[in-house]
Nanobody, 123 residues
Framework: VQLQASGGGLVQAGGSLRLSCAAS????????MAWFRQTPGKEREFVAA????????NYADSVKGRFTISRDNAKNTVYLQMNSLKPEDTAVYYC?????????????????WGQGTLVTVSS
């Protein structure tokens, strides 16, 4: 599956952004999807995940209550709604896919990755 992330940009602290990740090439509904983020000099960090089929979403503690992951299988797209943004949320955000994934937080479990979209939160 090919993934294309979009929606990043510059926003003030306290603001909101919605990231999108469009998938193509395979049956999107068969894939668990996730968002990770990375800042220079740091390892890629788990943000949120949503399973294929029915199941619970999964969030990093740092974003719980502020970020929401969702998917629209008819549009082959996964979203990350980010509210109450903080400067520490500044990063390149990547979407990732795992065949029959169950919303795990380990990046090595995801075989498919988008190109990343930059989110900058100013204080």
């Amino acid at each position: 599956v090919q993934l294309q992330a979009s929606g990043g940009g510059l926003v003030q602290a306290g603001g909101s952004l919605r990231l999108s990740c469009a998938a193509s090439g395979r049956t999107f509904s068969d894939y668990g999807m996730a968002w990770f983020r990375q800042t220079p000099g740091k390892e890629r960090e788990f943000v949120a995940a949503i399973p294929w089929g029915v199941g619970m979403t999964n969030y990093a503690d740092s974003v719980k209550g502020r970020f929401t992951i969702s998917r629209d299988n008819a549009k082959n797209t996964v979203y990350l709604q980010m509210n109450s943004l903080k400067p520490e949320d500044t990063a390149v955000y990547y979407c990732a896919g795992q065949y029959y994934g169950r919303a795990g937080a380990l990046s090595r479990a995801y075989a498919y990755w988008g190109q990343g979209t930059l989110v900058t939160v100013s204080s």
